[in-house]
């Protein structure tokens, strides 16, 4: 059904060993928000965004991502992920990268191309991937997630370790993606960040859900800022 929410988590708990990484957390991302998971190293994160992917399983809880299991075929096909640092071949160019990728999925060139084009790669396509800035192999790593329209794009720190440039580019990236309607979940330790680029957050502190709210709805409350400062 179309109001199925893109992501619903409840009550989710998950613990490596002792250690709590994530207690009791819920989270329902619509179609079409740009939603952003703020939260200091170790704050539970990319636990989460692993949960979603079905690379992790949550403890205890209900997950479902576009009304389906995570893990399942039907889910995956429906998620484009940027999770770690791509794993691209540096001697091929950026765009025969991505032209492995789509032919092992049966997309046409043509659909590389829209994606060369979103990520604001086509001028440099033909570069060898090896010879790419950071920012340069962020980037087609969203354009790899983008490939086939997955109704859902989750992104960890997409902005981590870029220089200055490649934060703004990236950052204007995900604005773009969601001006356009793609539903995009991403994590961030920074608070100004989330605050450019999403409509709502979700923070995380210690495993625990400390905020859940819109962003002008945070700017006035003083918990997220006591995370921020926590963070660096
Ligand atoms: P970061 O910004 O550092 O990635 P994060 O908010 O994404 O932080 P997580 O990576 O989800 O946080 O980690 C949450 C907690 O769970 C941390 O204490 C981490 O050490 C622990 N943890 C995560 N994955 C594992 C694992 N596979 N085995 C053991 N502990 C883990």
Do not use: W
């Not at 060369?116 to 090896?130: F, K, P, T």
């Not at 001006?179 to 495993?207: F, K, N, P």
Request: proline share 6%; with cysteine.
């Amino acid at each position: 059904p179309p109001d199925t929410p893109a992501v619903h988590v409840a009550g989710v708990s998950k613990s490596f060993g002792t250690l709590p990484a994530l207690s009791d957390v819920d989270l329902r991302v619509q179609r079409g928000q740009v939603y952003g998971v703020l939260g200091p190293n170790g704050a539970g994160k990319t636990t989460l965004l692993r949960i979603l992917l079905g690379l992790v399983h949550a403890d205890t809880g209900t997950v479902r991502v576009s009304g389906r299991h995570p893990g399942a075929p039907e889910a995956l096909r429906g998620i484009g992920a940027l999770i770690e640092t791509p794993a691209f071949v540096p001697h091929l160019s950026g765009r025969t990268n991505l032209r492995v990728l789509a032919r092992a999925r049966g997309l046409p060139d043509s659909e590389v191309q829209r994606v060369l084009e979103i990520v604001q790669l086509d001028g440099r396509a033909d570069d060898r991937y090896g010879g790419y800035s950071l920012g340069m192999g962020q980037r087609l790593g969203v354009a790899a997630a983008l490939l086939g329209r997955p109704p859902l794009l989750v992104l960890d720190e997409p902005t981590n370790g870029l220089d200055p440039d490649g934060v703004v580019q990236m950052r204007e990236l995900v604005r773009n993606l969601g001006t356009d309607g793609t539903t995009v979940l991403l994590s961030s330790h920074i608070l100004g960040e989330v605050q450019q680029i999403c409509e709502r957050v979700v923070v995380l502190d210690r495993g625990r859900t400390i905020a859940d709210d819109t962003v002008e709805n945070l700017r006035a409350g003083p918990g997220a800022l006591t995370v921020e400062l926590r963070a660096d």
